[in-house]
T-cell receptor
C-alpha cells in the first residue's frame, strides 16, 4: 500500500538521549515535512525538504535536525532530548510545495521524554 | 507569523448540520485546506479553496472569503463517523502549511 511509514510508533526516552524518528515514503513525492502535534496547539512545522539534498526550517526547528539524502527518506533527529519534546510527531509528503499540493501524513510517532 | 483561529469544540446531533468557522491572518496566502483527523490517527485531506466561494464535495462543503480572512467547513447529514477533529490550514507559500489548533466535533445519537 503506497504511503508513508514512520518508526517507531511509540517510544519512551530518557532526557539527554539521542533519538532518530524514521520516515519513508513510496509515492516519489518531492516534498517532505515533519510536524509535531500538541494538545491545544495543533500541528506545528519543524523542518521541511522541497527536494532531495535540501532542507529548510519551519516554525519550531530548535533541538531538531533533518537530512534528505534521497527522495524516499526523511529522518528527524533529536540530538539531546528534553521533556518539552514530548509530543506526537507526524511525517508528511506532497508532490510539490505549491498552493494545491495535498499533504499525505504518516500514522505518527508518539514520543515521551522523561 | 501566522494566526489561525477556530473553535475548540462543537457538538451536534446525528443528521444535523454543523458549520466550523476559521479565521486567519497569515504572512502569505496560497490556498486554504481542511483536514479531518480521527482520534489517534493521521490527518486526511478534505478540501482546498484558493478562490472565493463555495466548494462542494458530497456532504462536505467549504467556503472561502479572502478579503475577510475567513473560511468555513459545512458538514451536512451528520453521521456518527464524522466525530473527529477538523483542522483548518493555510498555505503561506515556500512549502509552509500552517494549521489551526483544530475543532473537535462530537456527533450524538
Amino acid at each position: 500500500i503506497a504511503g508513508i511509514t514512520q518508526a517507531p510508533t511509540s517510544q519512551i526516552l530518557a532526557a539527554g538521549r539521542r533519538m532518530t524518528l524514521r520516515c519513508t515514503q513510496d509515492m516519489r513525492h518531492n516534498a517532505m515535512y515533519w510536524y509535531r502535534q500538541d494538545l491545544g496547539l495543533g500541528l506545528r512545522l519543524i523542518h521541511y525538504s522541497n527536494t532531495a539534498g535540501t532542507t529548510g526550517k519551519g516554525e519550531v526547528p530548535d533541538g531538531y535536525s533533518v537530512s534528505r539524502a534521497n527522495t524516499d527518506d526523511f529522518p528527524l533527529t533529536l540530538a539531546s532530548a528534553v521533556p518539552s519534546q514530548t509530543s506526537v510527531y507526524f511525517c508528511a509528503s506532497s508532490e510539490g510545495g505549491g498552493g494545491a499540493n495535498v499533504l499525505t501524513f504518516g500514522a505518527g510517532s508518539r514520543l515521551t521524554v522523561l | 507569523g501566522q494566526n489561525i483561529d477556530q473553535p475548540t469544540e462543537m457538538t451536534a446531533t446525528e443528521g444535523a448540520i454543523v458549520q466550523i468557522n476559521c479565521t486567519y491572518q497569515t504572512s502569505g496566502f496560497n490556498g486554504l485546506f481542511w483536514y479531518q483527523q480521527h482520534a489517534g490517527e493521521a490527518p486526511t485531506f478534505l478540501s482546498y479553496n484558493v478562490l472565493d466561494g463555495l466548494e462542494e464535495k458530497g456532504r462536505f462543503s467549504s467556503f472561502l472569503s479572502r478579503s475577510k480572512g475567513y473560511s468555513y467547513l459545512l458538514l451536512k447529514e451528520l453521521q456518527m463517523k464524522d466525530s473527529a477533529s477538523y483542522l483548518c490550514a493555510v498555505n503561506e507559500g515556500d512549502y509552509k502549511l500552517s494549521f489551526g489548533a483544530g475543532t473537535t466535533v462530537t456527533v450524538r445519537a
